[in-house]
């Protein structure tokens, strides 16, 4: 069976239970099916973790999509957007207790959706949505692709 599975982040390193259990799913499932991970990135160090994670499961094609932030390897701009990053911290006023939870349906990264068209392109036997970001993919995918939201 091809997989086609679309997550909000690399399961590499696996610093977090969602990378964790994505890793270790992908692991036990490799040799049986064709997996094919998109993730975007937005990082020179995010592009190493998905070189390190295609070492790690040499059975599935794991496409790492720039999807923006610092060009890659530029040092200055990764340091400029941690120093904005932490000054806009600072500056937001506290959120009150009681406010309402955020929405989580923001639109997706469109190199990120280019690569996942391709891969649609190429042919699929169902497509897995990874973390509450994706599922608004659950619409944009063709109907008579099998979907799973995980």
């Known amino acids: 069976m091809r997989i086609l599975v679309s997550s909000q982040f690399l399961p590499w390193p696996q610093d977090s239970g969602g990378s964790a259990a994505q890793f270790s799913t992908l692991k036990c499932l490799e040799s049986d099916h064709e997996f094919t991970l998109v993730c975007p990135l937005y990082s020179a160090r995010h592009e190493d973790y998905a070189h390190e994670l295609a070492q790690q499961l040499p059975n599935v094609k794991v496409r790492g999509v720039h999807c923006g932030g610092p060009s890659p390897g530029s040092i200055v701009s990764r340091f400029l957007l941690r120093v904005l990053g932490l000054a806009r911290r600072k500056l937001e006023p506290p959120r009150p207790a009681s406010q309402w939870p955020s929405y ?11 690569v996942l068209q391709e891969e649609l392109d190429r042919g699929t036997d169902l497509f ?7 599922m608004p993919l659950g619409a944009w995918v063709p109907k008579e692709v099998p979907r799973v939201f995980i």
């Open 128 to 134: 897995q949505a990874e973390f509450a970001r994706m």
């Open 104 to 114: 989580p349906f923001h639109p997706l990264p469109p190199p990120l959706i280019d």
